[in-house]
């Protein structure tokens, strides 16, 4: 069975297969798609969510030098961009990493690479909905007509959020309240979601929260996919040169209001400030991949898919490296952590008319990413259903339309319902370590067939250089610099040093008897009038870091509300553990195997940004493999081609 469970593909067969028609359904797919429309369709994935919106927390949490962190993320992407591009050319059919996973590793990792490529689309799609659905609802509301006595569309918070975030919303206020804080006072964000919470309709004590707007534009993109590549490809086209234009024009005259004062200083919060943002930025670049599940509608993939993911990198980190040097050039960069950065940045400078044709641009864009997305994942489903790991119908194409109608129409349902509920902040999260997993595993699938004298090659080969030469190197250098420059921080990692708990943990932690101890405990501070009402989170919030530690460690609240220690603290720093102990293996194959540099190098950046992800990311994705190895072994397993072609050799 074990021999069964890691069953390859091989690249001929593949070909043979795509060459004579898919199983059942003769029907073949458009091929209409040149560099042009890749490199658009790139760019419509890429510029979307990023630029209108991650682009401000990030630039707050590293100032100006947050363009490094997009260079870094660029190159990252790049070097697994040339994975995918070389498996493109090698495999020029749809399926992505999971089609390129049976060639290198077998069937059940190909499952599995799957199984997380349908996270990261579906959930990716769900995230973009949201974020559409936030923008779409601000420009209503901005919408002004005197003459008909329009001043702003507004719709409900209750029909324009989903429960979880007012759900959460609402405890979060009720534990900031009692702690003294009043409801002016709190964050616009936990006021919207507890109002939300507070209006909804309810049914028997139900509270009917919905993303409504997240729903309508998801349906509507759904039905744009299932009519075709053709129409699809036109409206991204049309999406893009909007939202290009837009920029263009945020740049053109952005320039003019730049202060060179405020890029000084350029890293004010150091490197950990600017890898702070690193789940934000990684997210505003995934999609690129997306492309690679177009090559059967592209009229030459093996040189035109490379090409296409390239060029879409390389304009789309261009764009945002500009844009992050305007916005934090205009304002100082402490102020940029909003949702809407480019339009609060135009309204600081009192340009009205600017912030409005950036929220419009933002609707558009949004849209074009959400296309993308909907239109790989059925594309996915499609490569997986043909080889039997799905039943039939999933490989279904329209008659008509030439696309995977079954498969697009199931997407909808799939990311329809969840976008009604589910949280902004754990999706984006859990998309982008769905979407690492892929890129480390192509990376990963190039390493392990490039001396494979079987594999046929396609017409784009990444340039070889020996890793042994330059990892071994950059490992040691990476050890020295820890154990000098960052002594103190490594010191702390290894030995578990215990952590302070930031202020609102620790206030919305507390129960009422706490609550109180901490109130009394403040009112001796000479800095606090003595009878006025005690805000617990915005004193110890406006305390420095030795401040803040000195008042903690003589609170007689509880120790371990006060600190992250012992197994609490260890198991968020399992991720990292895990990347030093794999790069210690790769350092080692690269030595005795003699790998090829830009694969390993890729592996190891997109490792090590998924690593960065929380553990809750880690737990939640493991959960969802372990539903698609439950499937794959009640279904894939016994209906795969491979498998029935084994037993009819057999028979």
Same mark, same amino acid.
């Given at each position: 069975?074990?021999?069964?469970?890691?069953?390859?593909?091989?690249?001929?067969?593949?070909?043979?297969?795509?060459?004579?028609?898919?199983?059942?359904?003769?029907?073949?797919?458009?091929?209409?798609?040149?560099?042009?429309?890749l490199t658009a369709f790139g760019i419509a994935a890429i510029i979307g969510a990023g630029i209108f919106s991650t682009i401000g927390k990030a630039s707050a949490d590293g100032g100006p030098a947050v363009i490094f962190l997009f260079i870094f993320t660029a190159v990252a992407c790049s070097f697994?961009?040339?994975?995918?591009?070389?498996?493109?050319?090698?495999?020029?059919?749809?399926?992505?990493?999971?089609?390129?996973?049976?060639?290198?590793?077998?069937?059940?990792?190909?499952?599995?690479?799957?199984?997380?490529?349908?996270?990261?689309?579906a959930i990716g799609n769900i995230t973009v909905a949201i974020s559409w659905s936030d923008y779409f609802t601000g420009l209503l509301s901005s919408i002004k007509i005197p003459a008909l006595g329009i001043n702003g569309i507004h719709v409900p918070d209750w029909a324009s959020m989903d429960y979880l975030t007012a759900f959460n919303g609402h405890k979060h %206020?009720? +534990? @900031?309240?009692?702690? =003294?804080?009043?409801?002016? /006072?709190?964050?616009?964000?936990?006021?919207?979601? #507890?109002?939300?919470?507070?209006?909804?309709?309810?049914?028997?004590?139900?509270?009917?929260?919905?993303?409504?707007?997240?729903?309508?534009?998801?349906?509507?993109?759904?039905?744009?996919?299932?009519?075709?590549?053709?129409?699809?490809?036109?409206?991204?086209?049309?999406?893009?040169?909007?939202?290009?234009?837009?920029?263009?024009?945020?740049?053109?005259?952005?320039?003019?209001?730049?202060?060179?004062?405020?890029?000084?200083?350029f890293a004010p919060n150091g490197i950990s400030g600017v890898l702070k943002g690193v789940s934000a930025v990684f997210f505003a670049y995934i999609g690129f991949d997306a492309i690679s599940t177009?090559?059967?509608?592209?009229?030459?993939?093996?040189?035109?898919?490379?090409?296409?993911?390239?060029?879409?990198?390389?304009?789309?980190?261009?764009?945002?490296? %500009?844009? +992050? @040097?305007?916005?934090? =050039?205009?304002?100082?960069? /402490?102020?940029?952590?909003?949702?809407?950065?480019? #339009?609060?940045?135009?309204?600081?400078?009192?340009?009205?008319?600017?912030?409005?044709?950036?929220?419009?641009?933002?609707?558009?864009?949004?849209?074009?990413?959400?296309?993308?997305?909907?239109?790989?994942?059925?594309?996915?489903?499609?490569s997986m259903s043909r080889d039997g790991l799905l039943p039939k119908s999933f490989s279904k194409i329209h008659p008509k339309y030439k696309t995977p109608s079954f498969s697009t129409i199931v997407v909808g349902f799939v990311v329809a319902i969840p976008s009604l509920f589910m949280n902004l902040t754990t999706v984006t999260d859990l998309c982008s370590i769905g979407t690492l997993f892929a890129f480390v595993l192509v990376c990963a699938g190039v390493?392990?067939?490039?001396?494979?004298?079987?594999?046929?090659?396609?017409?784009?080969?990444?340039?070889?250089?020996?890793?042994?030469?330059?990892?071994?190197? @950059?490992f040691a250098g990476a050890i020295i610099l820890s154990f000098t420059e960052f002594k103190k921080e490594t010191m702390s990692f290894i030995s578990n040093t215990p952590k302070v708990v930031n202020p609102v943990t620790f206030v919305t932690?507390?129960?009422g008897e706490e609550l109180a101890t901490i109130k009394q405990e403040i009112s001796t501070s000479p800095v606090v009038l003595q009878g006025k009402?005690?805000?617990?989170?915005?004193?110890?919030?406006?305390?420095?870091?030795?401040?803040?530690?000195?008042?903690?460690?003589?609170?007689?609240?509880?120790?371990?509300?006060?600190?992250?220690?012992?197994?609490?603290?260890?198991?968020h720093k399992i991720p990292m553990w895990i990347f030093f102990i794999i790069c210690l293996i790769i350092t080692?194959?690269?030595?005795?195997?003699?790998?090829?540099?830009?694969?390993?190098?890729?592996?190891?950046?997109?490792?090590?940004?998924?690593?960065?992800?929380?553990?809750?990311?880690?737990?939640?994705?493991?959960?969802?493999?372990?539903?698609?190895?439950?499937?794959?072994?009640?279904?894939g397993y016994k209906n795969s081609k491979l498998a029935q072609e084994q037993n009819n050799s057999l028979a």
């Amino acid at each position: 069975m074990l021999k069964n469970l890691f069953r390859k593909k091989s690249v001929s067969k593949i070909l043979a297969d795509a060459a004579k028609g898919y199983g059942d359904h003769e029907a073949s797919l458009h091929k209409t798609l040149g560099v042009r429309d890749l490199t658009a369709f790139g760019i419509a994935a890429i510029i979307g969510a990023g630029i209108f919106s991650t682009i401000g927390k990030a630039s707050a949490d590293g100032g100006p030098a947050v363009i490094f962190l997009f260079i870094f993320t660029a190159v990252a992407c790049s070097f697994a961009a040339f994975a995918y591009a070389e498996f493109a050319s090698m495999v020029p059919v749809s399926g992505s990493a999971y089609t390129y996973s049976y060639v290198a590793f077998g069937e059940l990792v190909a499952w599995v690479i799957g199984w997380s490529l349908i996270m990261e689309y579906a959930i990716g799609n769900i995230t973009v909905a949201i974020s559409w659905s936030d923008y779409f609802t601000g420009l209503l509301s901005s919408i002004k007509i005197p003459a008909l006595g329009i001043n702003g569309i507004h719709v409900p918070d209750w029909a324009s959020m989903d429960y979880l975030t007012a759900f959460n919303g609402h405890k979060h %206020a009720e +534990a @900031l309240l009692n702690a =003294g804080k009043s409801m002016a /006072n709190i964050d616009e964000a936990t006021r919207v979601a #507890a109002n939300a919470w507070n209006t909804a309709p309810q049914i028997g004590g139900f509270h009917l929260v919905a993303d409504i707007p997240a729903l309508a534009i998801i349906i509507f993109i759904t039905w744009l996919v299932y009519r075709g590549m053709k129409e699809s490809r036109n409206a991204s086209n049309a999406m893009v040169i909007v939202k290009l234009a837009v920029i263009l024009l945020v740049l053109a005259v952005g320039i003019f209001y730049v202060d060179t004062e405020n890029w000084n200083p350029f890293a004010p919060n150091g490197i950990s400030g600017v890898l702070k943002g690193v789940s934000a930025v990684f997210f505003a670049y995934i999609g690129f991949d997306a492309i690679s599940t177009t090559a059967e509608e592209c009229k030459n993939p093996q040189r035109d898919l490379p090409r296409g993911m390239m060029w879409a990198i390389v304009i789309c980190t261009i764009l945002y490296i %500009a844009i +992050a @040097l305007v916005l934090t =050039g205009i304002v100082k960069y /402490n102020t940029l952590a909003v949702g809407d950065p480019l #339009a609060y940045v135009f309204d600081q400078i009192d340009l009205k008319l600017m912030s409005g044709i950036i929220a419009v641009s933002a609707v558009f864009a949004m849209a074009s990413v959400l296309l993308v997305f909907q239109m790989g994942q059925p594309r996915i489903w499609m490569s997986m259903s043909r080889d039997g790991l799905l039943p039939k119908s999933f490989s279904k194409i329209h008659p008509k339309y030439k696309t995977p109608s079954f498969s697009t129409i199931v997407v909808g349902f799939v990311v329809a319902i969840p976008s009604l509920f589910m949280n902004l902040t754990t999706v984006t999260d859990l998309c982008s370590i769905g979407t690492l997993f892929a890129f480390v595993l192509v990376c990963a699938g190039v390493l392990v067939l490039q001396n494979r004298p079987d594999v046929q090659r396609g017409k784009f080969k990444i340039p070889y250089v020996n890793a042994k030469f330059v990892i071994p190197v @950059l490992f040691a250098g990476a050890i020295i610099l820890s154990f000098t420059e960052f002594k103190k921080e490594t010191m702390s990692f290894i030995s578990n040093t215990p952590k302070v708990v930031n202020p609102v943990t620790f206030v919305t932690s507390l129960n009422g008897e706490e609550l109180a101890t901490i109130k009394q405990e403040i009112s001796t501070s000479p800095v606090v009038l003595q009878g006025k009402q005690i805000d617990a989170e915005a004193y110890l919030s406006n305390l420095n870091a030795e401040q803040y530690e000195s008042f903690l460690t003589k609170s007689s609240v509880d120790y371990h509300k006060k600190y992250e220690s012992g197994w609490h603290l260890f198991k968020h720093k399992i991720p990292m553990w895990i990347f030093f102990i794999i790069c210690l293996i790769i350092t080692y194959l690269s030595i005795s195997k003699n790998l090829s540099l830009i694969p390993v190098l890729g592996l190891i950046s997109c490792l090590y940004m998924m690593c960065e992800l929380e553990l809750s990311n880690w737990i939640g994705f493991g959960i969802w493999l372990v539903v698609g190895l439950v499937i794959y072994f009640f279904y894939g397993y016994k209906n795969s081609k491979l498998a029935q072609e084994q037993n009819n050799s057999l028979a």
